[in-house]
Nanobody, 120 residues
Framework: QVQLVESGGGLVQPGGSLMLSCGAS????????MAWHRQVPGKQRELVAV???????NYAESVKGRFGISRDNAKSTVYLQMNSLKPEDTAVYYC??????????????WGQGTQVTVSS
């Protein structure tokens, strides 16, 4: 199987920055898209940013210009640089990877989540 391990969450003041990392390991032939989602209690999980295998990216409107997603294919790792953080960015952040395990077998995997709290 495949494991995704996230790190980098924590408490930060409004206007501050954090970088999240998520490394994939296990039975991986290649990785298609990688993404970050977030969820607050009582609300649906929402897409924050996605990066495709070719390097193109998409962002939620609420984070455009503040967050940057990147990936290191050699390390099977995706990053989320979060700048100018706002209290409304407070959530549990989950990484996601679409993994090609063997030719023709593609599965989606989730990390365990990491808490980001923006508060003074």
């Amino acid at each position: 199987q495949v494991q995704l391990v996230e790190s980098g969450g924590g408490l930060v003041q409004p206007g501050g920055s954090l970088m999240l990392s998520c490394g994939a390991s296990g039975h991986i032939f290649s990785i298609n898209d990688m993404a970050w989602h977030r969820q607050v209690p009582g609300k649906q999980r929402e897409l924050v940013a996605v990066i495709f295998s070719g390097g193109s990216t998409n962002y939620a409107e609420s984070v455009k210009g503040r967050f940057g997603i990147s990936r290191d294919n050699a390390k099977s790792t995706v990053y989320l640089q979060m700048n100018s953080l706002k209290p409304e960015d407070t959530a549990v952040y989950y990484c996601y990877a679409s993994v090609v395990m063997t030719i023709g077998r593609i599965y989606g995997f989730w990390g365990q989540g990491t808490q980001v709290t923006v508060s003074s």
